[in-house]
């Protein structure tokens, strides 16, 4: 009976569908996990790094994480503390560790290299967007 499921799950490709949905998720919290996930450690090592780096040297830099958690939803400003906390958010579990420690949230402007800590912190959150949609798309097998 199990075959029977098997052979229609892998004929419909719902499968394969879960893999690349899983390969996603997990992309998208642990930077080069999905890579890693699908049996692709040399790419998912290089995206992690990667990624991590520029987490890292954001940090480094005087950047700071994004947050609603003071917005003001009267203020009409509030609306432009949303992309950067999506894009801060797109490092996933990164995020969520320190957002669970309180580390990264305090602003250091004094600091002439803070745009630049910003800005690496938001592309490290871009790209590892990019590096979950590229494991989905190994994984359902659009891209070899």
Known sequence: MAESQQAVASSTGQGQSTTAWTAGIVAWLVPG???IFLGRWYRGLIIGLGIISM??????FGGHLNSLANADPQN???FLRVPPVIANF????????CSLFGIGFESKAALPTSE???TFLWVAGLLNYLAALDAFDIGIGRKP
């Not at 987490?55 to 480094?60: M, V």
């Not at 797109?90 to 560790?97: A, E, H």
């Open 33 to 35: 996990g999905g890579h």
């Open 55 to 60: 987490f890292a040297l954001g940090l480094i």
């Open 116 to 118: 630049y800590g910003n």
């Open 76 to 78: 009409a400003s509030a």
């Open 90 to 97: 797109g490092t996933g579990i990164i995020y969520l560790v």
